[in-house]
């Protein structure tokens, strides 16, 4: 009997990261039924960029459960628990051995939850391989009527079944509309863990922002950061803004100052949006809210600025402190899912329709992933074996133990074994590759 029979919609997210964790999370929210509860359950996925307490409170998202997991332990899970839908809200390669392992965890079992996958924001690499490891899924979600098409694309390409491609929106735009210049006028200048990936390209952000501020005294400036020190994100920041800020030669001016919390409590006070590609010019557009993806650095595909070609939102620090604002393009506005006609408010209304329809039929054909043995057989078992699984999905031998909980000693040992490979990645890497340039 589905889960919704008798208490709900119940859904599990596994996510990996405190941004694939907000976009799991909401997105369960709202491919529920408008008059249905929900129980949702997170799991988030053990690794270097679990996230933390505080990351967790600032997505804002109250799950009835959640707990750390690793790949096989949550693989259990399902197999042992009942939920009509599952959410894979993880990089390409964890989404792709997930399938395979529920598809093996499942074998046998006459009714199944409806399996769901996507990206967290814009895609600008990776295309292709991103779009084949999530292959398989009943789902597979588009941000927008753009990426809808790219993705049948690549499927029908492949000669890969494209109907499970299904157009929504990032589920955390929102709030409300620009209604003008605020007082005093705030500049918002949106920062990415990765890019750029260099100190001088970084420095020289940093040094353009303070300029900003000290050329318009009367403007507050913000650097709108993703993390704190010792936390990850999605993408690993090796060279943090907090630590450049205090290296300013005669510090930062009165005007400015550093900022956390949610993007959209930002938004709410901001006048112009800057950054260099991020996810939250896209929330910045919906609101109708001035945005610069800045063109200093270059437009650039490892910058990820040039998926704004044609927006209308390229502009320069030069031209921002002469006062200019950039004017979007409407049509290029409405391809992406933002501001795009008025019909934000029912764009998961044909997800709703297929998960429903899904949920209700009496059973659901295996998971069938693009990528098999006889397709990829130099590169999935490779995938695969990086979260414990062989080639059919069963757990490798050796593999760490799945069938119980990790007792309190285990749970101290993984702390501390995830806080050294934090450490290393962000202070001894650096150190290394540097001395490797000498």
């Known amino acids: 009997m589905p889960a919704s029979a008798t208490n709900g919609l119940r859904v599990a997210v596994l996510a990996d990261s405190d941004t694939r964790w907000k976009w799991g999370a909401l997105t369960a929210n709202r491919l529920a039924p408008e008059d249905s509860d929900i129980r949702l359950d997170g799991f988030l996925l053990r690794g270097r960029a679990t996230p933390t307490a505080r990351q967790l409170q600032e997505v804002g998202v109250r799950p009835d459960s959640l707990r750390e997991v690793t790949g096989l332990e949550f693989l259990r899970a399902m197999k042992e628990e009942s939920y009509d839908v599952v959410l894979l809200s993880l990089v390409g390669g964890g989404v792709q051995a997930m399938l395979h392992g529920l598809r093996r965890a499942w074998d046998g079992r006459a009714k199944r939850p409806v399996v769901v996958t996507g990206y967290v924001g814009v895609v600008y690499e990776k295309l292709a391989d991103g779009l084949l490891l999530r292959h398989g899924a009943d789902l ?10 790219r993705f049948r694309a690549v499927y029908e390409g492949v000669g890969a079944d494209a109907s499970s491609v299904t157009e929504v929106a990032l589920p955390f735009l929102g709030g409300k509309p620009y209604a003008g210049a605020e007082d005093p006028y705030t500049v918002a200048f949106a920062v990415q863990p990765s890019v750029p990936d260099n100190r001088r390209d970084r420095t020289y952000l940093l040094n353009r922002i303070v300029q900003h501020a000290k050329l318009h005294p009367d403007r507050q400036v913000l650097l709108k950061l993703r993390s704190k020190p010792g936390e990850h994100t999605t993408h690993i920041e090796e060279l943090p803004y907090q630590k450049l800020v205090q290296r300013l030669p005669g510090g930062a001016p009165a005007n400015f100052r550093l900022v956390y919390g949610n993007m959209g409590e930002v938004l709410d006070t901001t006048d112009l949006l800057v ?110 074996a990086r979260h414990h699984l062989g080639p059919d999905g069963e757990p490798l031998p050796g593999a760490p133990a799945a069938d119980k909980q990790a007792g309190p000693v285990r749970q101290i040992v993984r702390r501390a074994a995830r806080g050294a490979y934090r450490h290393g990645v962000q202070r001894v890497a650096p150190v290394i590759r540097r001395m490797g340039e000498l």
């Open 140 to 149: 597979v979600l588009a941000n927008s009527r753009q990426d809808a098409d």
């Open 275 to 384: 950054t260099i590609s991020s996810t939250a010019a896209l929330e910045s557009l919906h609101r109708r809210i001035p945005t610069v993806v800045l063109t200093d650095l270059g437009i650039r595909e490892t910058l990820g600025n040039h998926h704004f070609v044609g927006s209308g939102c390229l502009a320069s620090w030069d031209q921002l402190d002469a006062g200019y604002e950039p004017t979007p393009d409407p049509e290029w506005v409405a391809r992406q899912g933002v501001v795009a006609d008025g019909s934000y408010a029912t764009a998961f209304d044909a997800a709703r329709d297929r998960i429903a329809k899904l949920v209700a039929a009496d059973g659901l054909p295996p998971l069938a992933p693009y990528y098999t043995p006889v397709t990829a057989p130099g590169y999935l078992p490779g995938i695969l």
